[in-house]
C-alpha cells in the first residue's frame, strides 16, 4: 500500500506542470479583458457648433486596443479627431484609429485625442445623457453613457435652476 500511494504522488507531482498549463488555457488569455470606459463626458457649444467628446479608455488586456470609430443615434456625424501642435498655432487632425498599448490609459482631452459630435439629431443640453458605441478592431462594440456638460466642462445645474437654454 505505501508503495502505490508513492507513486501516485510520483506521478502528480511529475504531471502538475501539464495540469498548471492546461488550466491557464482553460481560463482564457488574459487580453480578452476588453477596454475599460470611464469619465465620459460631452462638451455642450452653443450655435450649432460641433460639440466633443472626452473620455478616459483603458486597456486591461495584454495586446494593444484599437478604436475605430463611434456612433449614436443623437449625432449624424461621430468622427476620432487629435488636437496638435503646429509651431505656435493649435491644428485638430482627422484620425482613422486611436491605439491604446496593453496595460496603459489614453486621457481624451481638448489638447489631445477627443471625438469630434457632429449634426446633433434633436436639442442637446447640459444635463443630458446620450449613449455612444464605440467600435474597436479587436473588442466588441461598447455603448457608454456620456453626460453632456456646459462648454467650460462644469456639470449643468439641477432641473429647474437655470443654466443654457
Known amino acids: 500500500m505505501r508503495y502505490d500511494t508513492r507513486r501516485a504522488w510520483v506521478c502528480l507531482l511529475a504531471a502538475l506542470p501539464l495540469l498548471v498549463a492546461a488550466a491557464g488555457e482553460s481560463a482564457g488569455p488574459a487580453d480578452t479583458v476588453g477596454p475599460r470606459v470611464d ?15 472626452y473620455l478616459t479608455l483603458t486597456n486591461l488586456g495584454a495586446r494593444p486596443v484599437t478604436l475605430l470609430s ?4 443623437a449625432f449624424g456625424d461621430i468622427s476620432l479627431h487629435r488636437t496638435v501642435s503646429r509651431g505656435a498655432s493649435m491644428e485638430m487632425q482627422s484620425v482613422a484609429r486611436i491605439t491604446v498599448p496593453p496595460h496603459a490609459t ?16 434633436g436639442s442637446v443640453k447640459p444635463g443630458m445623457h446620450l449613449t455612444l458605441t464605440l467600435r474597436f478592431a479587436d ?8 453626460e453632456v456638460r456646459n462648454p467650460d466642462g462644469s456639470r449643468a445645474p439641477p432641473s429647474g435652476q437655470g443654466g443654457p437654454s
Open 139 to 146: 473588442a466588441p462594440p461598447q455603448p457608454v453613457d456620456f
Open 70 to 73: 463611434a456612433s449614436s443615434p
Open 106 to 121: 489614453l486621457a481624451f482631452e481638448t489638447t489631445g485625442y477627443h471625438l469630434m459630435l457632429m449634426h446633433p439629431a
Open 39 to 53: 469619465a465620459a463626458w460631452i462638451r455642450w457649444l452653443p450655435g450649432g457648433i460641433p460639440a466633443a467628446g
